[in-house]
Nanobody, 124 residues
Framework: QVQVVESGGGLVQAGGPLRLSCAAS????????MGWFRQTPGKERKFVAS????????YYAESVEGRFTISRVNANNTIYLEMNSLTPEDTAVYYC?????????????????WGQGTQVTVSS
């Protein structure tokens, strides 16, 4: 059973940075595609970014491209989401997810293991 736990959420002013972390409790972490998603009340969970199992490929939603950076440190079973130039529209609960498939990309249905989420609130 894969467990993922997010951390690093909080309140930040518009224009500021924030870094989220996600730790996974699985020995074969390096083989998992990992992703970040976010959700606001009443809305569907949306793709933010994903990273391949070796970290060689990263993908971003258009809304965060150029502002967010996803990375991973397999030795620590951890991925990160560096968020810059935050706007109030980035306010959401952010979820980390792990995919059993090598071909997971941007659909939430491709991910099998989810964390509880961490709240990010950007004030204007």
């Amino acid at each position: 059973q894969v467990q993922v736990v997010e951390s690093g959420g909080g309140l930040v002013q518009a224009g500021g940075p924030l870094r989220l972390s996600c730790a996974a409790s699985v020995r074969t972490f390096r083989y998992y595609v990992m992703g970040w998603f976010r959700q606001t009340p009443g809305k569907e969970r949306k793709f933010v970014a994903s990273i391949s199992w070796m970290g060689g490929s990263t993908y971003y939603a258009e809304s965060v491209e150029g502002r967010f950076t996803i990375s991973r440190v397999n030795a620590n079973n951890t991925i990160y989401l560096e968020m810059n130039s935050l706007t109030p529209e980035d306010t959401a609960v952010y979820y980390c997810a792990a995919a059993d498939s090598d071909y997971a990309f941007s659909s939430r249905y491709e991910y099998d293991h989810w964390g509880q989420g961490t709240q990010v609130t950007v004030s204007s």
